[in-house]
């Protein structure tokens, strides 16, 4: 089994970090973070290209009034995710939409504790 390419987390803007690399308030921080890794590692951005899409979701936000503490990061790496995705055409902006709505549906639907289901084959 071949392992992923490290990112390099110098080229990424703001990234939270301790001394052990990326930290992550929430679990799905965590998946976003290993989504863009492994879609780089399959070729579908670099990582300038990444580092340059994130710093243009955050001066968006910031400039919409962000206060940039740090809480909203994740947040910002979905933005560009999608946008890169949307761009290199994997993907497109109602079907993400479609997505989130399926999620949330899913999720309120869902029992505590239980695993979340999502409905496939619309």
């Known amino acids: 089994m071949t ?8 080229a ?4 939270p970090c301790d ?3 990326p930290v992550f308030r929430e679990p799905w921080e965590a998946h976003a973070f290993a989504l863009a890794v492994t879609l780089h590692a399959k070729g579908l951005f670099t ?16 400039a919409a009034g962000d206060p940039d503490t740090g809480e909203t990061y994740y947040s910002h790496w979905l933005r560009a995710l999608e946008r890169l995705m949307i761009a290199r055409g994997v ?6 939409d479609d997505t989130t709505a399926a999620w949330h549906r899913a999720a309120e639907a ?7 289901v999502l409905e496939t084959g619309r």
């Open 12 to 15: 990424l803007p703001h990234i």
């Open 19 to 21: 001394a052990e690399g």
């Open 47 to 62: 990582w300038p290209e990444w580092a340059e899409t994130l710093s243009a979701e955050i001066r968006a936000a910031q």
């Open 3 to 10: 392992s992923l390419p490290a990112p390099d987390l110098a």
């Open 91 to 96: 993907t497109t902006a109602p079907a993400i």
């Open 110 to 116: 869902t029992p505590h504790g239980q695993p979340i």
